[in-house]
């Protein structure tokens, strides 16, 4: 018996399947067939079933039918949980990239009025560089400079609110690694589930892309770590041992990103035997590095 969005098939027999344009399109995800016993539809065997009058009856139920399955696939992906801090999280990273390219401008601009102070910009902050350049310039520089203020008060606000949304979309990512760094991390996946499917190995590496295609094309050394660098233990652990870091922290992310995807909610215990278990590794390699000296090697 082969089964097709229009009936089922087989010994000489056919039975339309009954309901509206949404059932079919229902029957469509649910049917499973073998390619072994597959036979290729035509539409004369809807014909013959009696589902279709003819060949443009039949072409006109199959479209109505794919873009009923298509609308409610795209329905149920925006309707994600991970949709909208997905969309907040790439609208962060566009507002980091603009108001980079528009102080490195800004400051450029500020050079041609003051030469020397080409030699002075290189060790002030960008919002002081940005604040003096407002203060000391007049008329369109300083008004840009102004906007780039206010560019980055929005994008202050704008991270917050991605903090706040990661801790309800992700509490046990965001609890072991930090609601913003978490969102970048479920980000650079692709999304919570696309995370969650990760092992960990994967995890560990995610956001270093240049870094592991160097390391494809010219056998550098492979990266040890991409965006949970970001985390306190593994910037701060000793250089020679934040790979072993890195390793025990995505390993811990690989399960928080499951349970996150599965249940939704927080897991105490988990919690708090992984941030031990973190915590313990960080500070035990940190004090095997004070007592050794020579080369330092990464794990």
């Given at each position: 018996?082969?089964?097709?969005?229009?009936?089922?098939?087989g010994d000489g027999n056919c039975t339309p399947s009954s309901g509206d344009v949404q059932a079919k399109a229902d029957r469509v995800r649910s049917i499973h067939t073998s390619m072994?016993?597959?036979?290729?539809?035509?539409?004369?065997?809807?014909?013959?079933?009696?589902?279709?009058?003819?060949?443009?009856?039949?072409?006109?139920?199959?479209?109505?039918v794919c873009f009923t399955a298509a609308d409610r696939d795209i329905r149920q992906q925006y309707s994600g949980k991970d949709a909208e801090l997905l969309q907040m999280v790439r609208t962060l990273d566009e507002m980091d990239t603009v108001i980079n390219l528009l102080t490195e401008r800004a400051v450029e601009w500020y050079?041609?009025?003051?030469?020397?102070?080409?030699?002075?910009?290189?060790?002030?902050?960008?919002h002081i560089l940005v604040?003096?350049?407002?203060?000391?310039?007049?008329?369109?520089?300083?008004?840009?400079?102004?906007?780039?203020?206010?560019?980055?008060?929005?994008?202050?606000?704008?991270?917050?609110?991605?903090s706040g949304r990661a801790n309800d979309v992700m509490p046990n990512t965001s609890a072991l690694i930090g609601g913003l760094v978490a969102a970048r991390l479920m980000a650079n996946a692709g999304g919570l589930e696309d995370l969650s499917r990760m092992p960990a190995s994967a995890i560990q590496v995610l956001g270093a892309r240049t870094a592991l295609f160097a390391h494809l094309r010219t056998k550098s050394p492979s990266p040890?770590?991409?965006?949970?660098?970001?985390?306190?233990?593994?910037?701060?652990?000793?250089?020679?041992?934040?790979?072993?870091?890195?390793?025990?922290?995505?390993?811990?992310?690989?399960?928080?990103?499951?349970?996150?995807?599965?249940?939704?909610?927080?897991?105490?215990?988990?919690?708090?035997?992984?941030?031990?278990?973190?915590?313990?590794?960080?500070?035990?390699?940190?004090?095997?590095?004070?007592?050794?000296?020579?080369?330092?090697?990464?794990?």
């Open positions: 018996m082969q089964s097709y969005w229009f009936g089922d098939v072994d016993s597959f036979i290729p539809l035509s539409w004369e065997i809807s014909v013959a079933c009696g589902a279709c009058r003819d060949r443009a009856d039949y072409i006109a139920k199959l479209r109505e050079q041609l009025r003051h030469p020397t102070f080409t030699r002075k910009y290189r060790k002030t902050p960008a604040k003096n350049i407002r203060e000391k310039s007049r008329g369109a520089l300083s008004f840009v400079a102004g906007e780039i203020e206010r560019l980055s008060a929005t994008r202050t606000e704008l991270a917050k609110a991605v040890k770590h991409g965006i949970i660098f970001q985390h306190r233990r593994v910037h701060n652990a000793p250089r020679d041992c934040r790979g072993k870091v890195a390793r025990v922290l995505a390993g811990k992310l690989a399960i928080a990103a499951r349970i996150d995807h599965y249940r939704g909610v927080a897991d105490p215990v988990f919690l708090e035997s992984a941030q031990a278990r973190i915590d313990l590794t960080g500070t035990v390699r940190g004090k095997e590095t004070g007592k050794t000296t020579g080369k330092e090697t990464e794990p």
